[in-house]
Every structure is written in C-alpha cells, then in structure tokens.
C-alpha cells in the first residue's frame, strides 16, 4: 500500500509541482518515492553539484539552417537519414569548432563534448531531448530510431528529467534540468555512475578507484586503447580492448559491477568504427580521426593528454543511418568475440553474476533469438534493471509515460514488451 501511495505522490507532484511547495507538505515524502523508484545514486563528490559548472548564460544549441540543412533533423523529429555530407560544413560559422569555457559542462561521452563543442547542442552542456535527437541525426547520421532510444536512455537510465526533458552531458545540474529538485531530488546526468557510464569503460576512470572521477580523459587508458588495436579501432581490436578492461577494473575495483546498462558500452565501442570513421579517410577508423574526437594529443613522450573534442577537419559522416537494429548487431558481435560475465565482485576474489532477460547466469547466449536481440537495449528504459549487486533502476511513472511517448511505435514494430503507464 506504501508502494501505491508514494507512486501516486511522484505522479502528482510531477504534473503539479508546486505542490511540494505547499503548506503542511512533507517534501520529504516525494523524495522517498523517487528514491525507491531509482535507486540511483546522487551526483555527489566529483562531478556532483557544488563542483559542476555553472553557465548563466544557456543558449540553446545552434540550429540547422538553409544553405547549411545536414540531414534537416529539427525539433526531434526525423531528419532526411541521408549522409555522406561534410560536417560541419565549409562556410557554416554557426557550428564552426569552439572550445569549451569554464562555464561549460562536459562529460564522458566523447561524441556527445564533440558535438557541444561544434553547437550541434547547447554549448554549455544542459541539452534537450530534441536537442540530442536532432545532433545525432545530423552530425552523425545516426537513425531516427536510435536517435531516439540513446535520448530516452539519456533522460531516464542516466538521470535527466523526463518532465522537462533537460539532461547534463556531464555533471549534477539538478538546479538546471530538474522540474522541482525538492521532488525529483539529485540529476547526476551522464556523470551519475552505473547508468549511462560504468565501469571499465574505454577512456574514463572506474567511478570507485578514482575517488568519482568517472568522467574525465584518461591518456593512459587511450594509448592502453591504441596499443591494443594497433591504432585501427576496429570491432575485433575494440572487442580485444574491452575484455582487457573489464578484467583490469574486476582485479583493481573491489566495488567493480558489470550490469545490464554495461552492454552500451559495446555500443559506444562501436560507435568508432561506425560513426567517427569520415570518408576523406576511406571510412577508416584511424588514429587522426579518432583521437580527434577523443580531444587525444599525443606528446614528445608518446603518452597522450588531453585537449577539446573536435570533429576533424573535412569530415564526411557515414552515408546508411546507423540504426538500432545495426548497433544491437555490433553490440552482440563485440560482446560474443570475447564474452565477460555480467556481475560484479563480492569480495576478494569473490564475483556474483546476475541474470537479466537475455542475460542468464552472467551471459549473453549466442543463440539469443532475433526478437530478443532487436528488444535488447530497449528493455534498459523499459525494465526494473539492477544497477549494483543490491540496487535497482526502477522506470518512474513519467519515464514510462516517456518511453511510451517516444518509443511506443518502434516498440510495437518490433514485437517488444510495451510498459504500462
């Protein structure tokens, strides 16, 4: 009955926030609902709200205008889903490359500080949903139907604000993108740890041997990256670089956890050999592309720090969308070259696997159904998902009614389970 009742309280402050600001309201009430139904952990420490920075100036990202349309993907709706175009384009000063201030936010996503830096969303890192949707189309000729997926994930799995559809691509903006913090409580954004960003990831810290660090570039881990695959970041060289770290973070993190979220880790992997590569490079996904969007620079010692993410110069994007159905291919095929359990550690020399969906006993079995791949990353916005050994990401009342919104035809189209709002 408990359940119930702080459900109905989390809907109805969200539709009428100003409730929690009325006479006699425990707010504290509203704040123990969002916490059983996230169970997410506050964006404390590093990359928490006192140390996040703060841009009283916001502009929404630049938008795209004729000569200069790209895919022509506005207002988060479906753009053209054509490529092979140079972005950004020659002449087109309004997303001409400009290096982040100290008012502005960046985060672990290379693709995501590439874009801001470029204006293809907001400068200061406090983005929208159509925002995000809108950059991915027509910077990346990422498909509608990811576009959308990867924008829902960010705002519900990661801890933007399905109300106000604003999310961080970095650190705790709770003040900036939260509909009444007293309800919602702590936005950590992409920052926030096990969501969107986990452990043993490509470039970035382990969140607990870095004391929250979990976000910034990491010049030893790219050159570890670069080593492994030989400066040719290809599936099977990523693949190879992936169970490298997943077996450094689960010997060195003794808080180390590889849940479900984890697979968009293979997902971000793919992105380099199928999103950066530019076609003036033969679509390869080389170290001058890469280490480009990365904000990679190599010194006179051959170790590697770190300067602002750009898209390259005469970058081409990809010419096919890249679709939910390709990056669930990629995602399966990295996972099943070099296969890790899904889990996390217990204790020395102790690890638990869990079981999710498709994930049994800590696998992804390489005889999963094409229904259950094609349903596979949808399931993180649309499931209770553990997000430690002992926690659970529940989807709210209004990230379903989200999901619903955005994704309830890609859903149906695909024969996966829809969520009941």
Request: net charge neutral.
């Amino acid at each position: 009955m408990k359940t119930f009742v702080l459900s109905a309280l989390v809907s109805t402050a969200a539709a009428f926030p100003w409730v929690v600001n009325e006479p006699g309201v425990d707010a504290s009430l509203f704040k123990e609902a969002r916490a059983q139904y996230r169970r997410q952990q506050a964006g404390t420490g590093d990359g928490g709200a006192a140390t996040c920075p703060f841009n009283a100036n916001h502009m929404p990202a630049a938008p795209v205008k004729a000569p200069y349309l790209y895919n022509n993907a506005k207002d988060g709706k479906q753009g053209n889903q054509k490529g092979g175009y140079q972005v950004p384009a020659t002449g087109d000063t309004a997303h001409q490359f400009v290096a982040p201030g100290s008012g502005d936010i960046r985060g672990p996503c290379p693709g995501l500080n590439a874009a801001a830096n470029h204006n293809f969303l907001a400068h200061d890192g406090i983005v929208t949903f159509n925002e995000l949707v809108d950059a991915q189309q027509n910077v990346y000729n990422v498909g509608y139907d990811l576009a959308n997926l990867l924008a829902v994930l960010g705002l519900t799995l990661a801890d933007g604000d399905p109300v106000t559809q604003k999310l961080s691509i970095g650190c705790d903006a709770t003040t900036r993108t939260s509909v009444n913090p007293a309800l919602t409580g702590s936005e950590p954004g992409l920052d926030g740890h096990n969501k969107f960003e986990a452990d043993s990831s490509l470039t970035r810290n382990d969140f607990f041997t870095h004391g929250g660090d979990n976000f910034r570039f990491n010049g030893t881990l790219f050159g570890y990256m670069t080593q492994t695959t030989g400066a040719n970041y290809n599936r099977e060289g990523l693949s190879k670089y992936r169970l490298q770290r997943w077996q450094q973070s689960q010997a060195e993190n003794q808080n180390f956890y590889f849940g479900p979220a984890a697979l968009l880790l293979y997902g971000a992997a793919s992105f380099l050999y199928e999103l950066m590569p530019s076609g003036t490079h033969g679509y390869a996904p080389d170290l001058a592309t890469i280490s480009s969007f990365f904000g990679a620079k190599q010194n006179t010692d051959k170790s590697w720090s770190f300067t602002a993410e750009k898209i390259p110069d005469n970058w081409t994007n990809r010419v096919a969308p890249y679709t939910n159905q390709l990056v669930t291919q990629e995602i399966l095929a990295m996972y099943l070259e070099n296969p890790v359990q899904f889990g996390g550690n217990t204790g020395p020399g102790t690890f638990n696997a869990i079981s999710f969906n498709s994930i049994q006993n800590g696998k992804i079995s390489p005889n999963i159904s094409p229904k259950d791949t094609a349903c596979l990353l949808y399931q993180l916005a649309t499931e209770r998902i553990p997000s430690s050994l002992n926690g659970v990401i529940t989807p709210t009342v209004q990230a379903l009614a989200l999901v619903a919104t955005k994704l309830g035809p890609a859903l149906a189209n695909l024969g996966c389970p829809q969520p009941l709002t």
